[in-house]
């Protein structure tokens, strides 16, 4: 297929410039802009990067319009019915699936990087106030990582880089289970390395005095496979933080504390939480009505609708409701679920979210989840930084193998002009 091309005029001095489309293997062309500065002293306005492709990537792809979500091209569908997350982390950082004896090594090593060293959890983790939230603690805890690890710092060695990137994955769940019990006050589980990574994870968390935690298997395999589901998002906010951040050549621990810190905000990683509290504030089904009609009213948000790309229904969310029935089966029914279905219900047929192709997005039903298996509000944001991880640093890698330049946007200045300093008594 030939390359598409655009002219652009400047109407005012008839300069014409053109500009090529590139095209990617899969998904819309993509404009070529970089002409523009030099040949026309303009630049490109797209705060929050409406229309804008930041980078060159081959890690995941998302159609938002049709639902579409593959990880290095294989359907996010399959991976969730077929894979695990440590393989699915495998496939993100490297591009393909392991072999049987590449994940057997790839989980060994996961596995017995799964400690943290005794300063971080008594100095960093113990050394909060007693009611820090664990997603604050975390994305410290991570930063704090890169004053263990001098060696961070050369992240031209691929060697190096690696040990870096199966230390953030293996000890992130450490870390995140021991915020957790500390804001609790239960004593800090040591990791269990005769258990796979997410069942390892639920022994943190839930330990008391046994010799040894079994999690129940349903439970586990839930939680992997939203793992699996949270595991990367192309470039989304904190992604795109990731990748600024790797882009100067921080050390991988700081790049994944400024993606986590970005995770934190309500808009991103935070909505899990706010619609839990969103469900609890409506209370029962005969209020989803009157909450509907405010959301209409402008005054709140649907929390866990809409997505700044699906505009259809979230692939991720189809698969976190199958997950919702075989949870609830163990737990017992989320009492917050009639009202969460009868929200979605009302909603989808509705012409204010029909009509702004609203839909329910990947937060709107994995709360039920994460609460029905006793996991505090507080944790549900650390639970997706957990998996993301592995995305992140794909992405760190990925950018680095690019060689790019450091990650510096241009500005539509809208300040006053210059002026002179006038002295403070002149004022
Ligand atoms: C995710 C989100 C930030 C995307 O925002 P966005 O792409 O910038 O979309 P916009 O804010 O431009 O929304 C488009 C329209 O839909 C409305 N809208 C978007 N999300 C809405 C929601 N959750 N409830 C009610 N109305 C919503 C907006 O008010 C806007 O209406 P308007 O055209 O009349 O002004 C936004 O949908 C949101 O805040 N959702 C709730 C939080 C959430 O679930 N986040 C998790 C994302 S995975």
């Known amino acids: 297929m030939a390359t598409r091309q655009f002219t652009l005029t400047d109407n005012s001095t008839g300069k014409t410039s053109t500009l090529e489309a590139l095209s990617p293997s899969v998904g819309p062309d993509v404009l070529n802009i970089a002409p523009l500065a030099k040949d026309h002293g303009v630049y490109t306005f797209d705060p929050g990067f409406m229309s804008t492709a930041a980078c060159e990537s081959a890690i995941t792809y998302l159609d938002g319009e049709a639902g579409v979500l593959q990880y290095r091209g294989y359907p996010i569908e399959q991976l969730a019915e077929s894979s695990n997350y440590l393989e699915v982390a495998y496939l993100l950082l490297n591009g393909e699936l392991p072999t049987a004896q590449e994940y057997d090594a790839w989980s060994h090593e996961i ?180 909450y509907i009609e405010r959301v209409k009213r402008g005054e709140v948000l649907l929390q866990g609708f809409g997505h700044r790309v699906y505009k259809n229904y979230d692939p991720r969310a189809r698969i976190i409701k199958q997950v919702a029935d075989e949870v609830f089966e163990v737990t017992g029914k989320n009492p917050l679920l009639d009202i969460a279905l009868k929200l979605e219900e009302i909603a989808l047929s509705d012409d204010y979210f029909v009509s702004r192709k609203l839909y329910p997005n990947v937060d709107f039903y994995s709360g039920l989840i994460y609460q029905a298996m ?29 060689d790019l330049k450091i990650t510096r946007p241009r500005q539509l200045y809208v300040g006053p002009e210059v002026r002179d300093y006038v002295g403070i008594d002149a004022r």
């Not at 992140?392 to 680095?400: F, I, P, R, S, Y």
Request: hydrophobic fraction near 45%.
């Open 111 to 290: 596995t017995y990087h799964t400690f943290i060293h005794e300063n971080v959890r008594k100095r960093f983790l113990e050394g909060f106030h007693y009611d820090a939230h664990p997603m604050g603690m975390l994305v410290s805890a991570v930063a704090a990582l890169s004053t263990f690890y001098h060696d961070a710092k050369d992240i031209d060695n691929p060697e190096i880089l690696h040990k870096q990137i199966v230390r953030l994955i293996a000890k992130m769940p450490t870390l995140a289970a021991g915020a957790h019990r500390f804001m609790v006050g239960m004593p800090f589980v040591y990791p269990d390395n005769t258990l796979d990574f997410t069942s390892n994870f639920l022994s943190m968390m839930w330990k008391v005095a046994e010799p040894h935690y079994e999690p129940n298997p349903v439970l586990a395999h839930a939680l992997d496979v939203l793992f699996i589901l949270h595991a990367d998002h192309e470039q989304n906010c904190g992604t795109t933080a990731m990748r600024t951040v790797a882009s100067a050549h921080a050390d991988p621990y700081s790049a994944t504390a400024a993606a986590a810190a970005a995770l934190y905000g309500p808009r991103h990683g935070g909505a899990n939480e706010a619609v839990i509290r969103m469900l609890m504030q409506i209370g029962s089904i005969d209020n989803v009505p009157g």
């Open 374 to 402: 006793g996991f505090p509000m507080e944790m549900f944001t650390v639970l997706f930084a957990i998996p993301r991880t592995a995305g992140w640093l794909a992405h760190m890698k990925e950018l680095l193998e690019q």
